[in-house]
Nanobody, 123 residues
């Protein structure tokens, strides 16, 4: 069955970096878009970035543009979110999600989700 599993979260100082991974199985990653969402305590789930392996397009929320980079290695069935210049407001549980073909900014469009990984940015 379709599975996604995030890893790479942790505690980091402001200005630091983390790379999240999203390991996938049960579907052909080449035909899917993988999005990253995050959810901070007491806040709604927020779309962060999306990369479509189908058309090669990549998208970022304004709040992370220039700091975060989505990429992937379809041969390894793994997608990545490189996060640089982290800020305390980036603290959240980060999720990867899969949708057939193309990116979409709405969480309701994604059928498959990972369990999330905690990212905490604090001094």
């Amino acid at each position: 069955q379709v599975q996604l599993a995030e890893s790479g979260g942790g505690l980091v100082l402001p200005g630091g970096s983390l790379r999240l991974s999203c390991a996938t199985s049960g579907f052909t990653l080449d035909y899917y878009a993988i999005a990253w969402f995050r959810q901070a305590p007491g806040k709604e789930r927020e779309w962060v970035s999306c990369i479509s392996n189908s058309d090669g397009n990549t998208y970022y929320a304004d709040s992370v543009k220039g700091r975060f980079t989505s990429s992937g290695d379809t041969a390894k069935n793994t997608m990545y979110l490189q996060m640089n210049s982290l800020k305390p407001e980036d603290t959240a549980v980060y999720y990867c999600a899969a949708q057939f073909r193309f990116c979409d900014g709405s969480a309701s469009s994604y059928d498959h989700w990972g369990q999330g990984t905690q990212v905490t940015v604090s001094s």
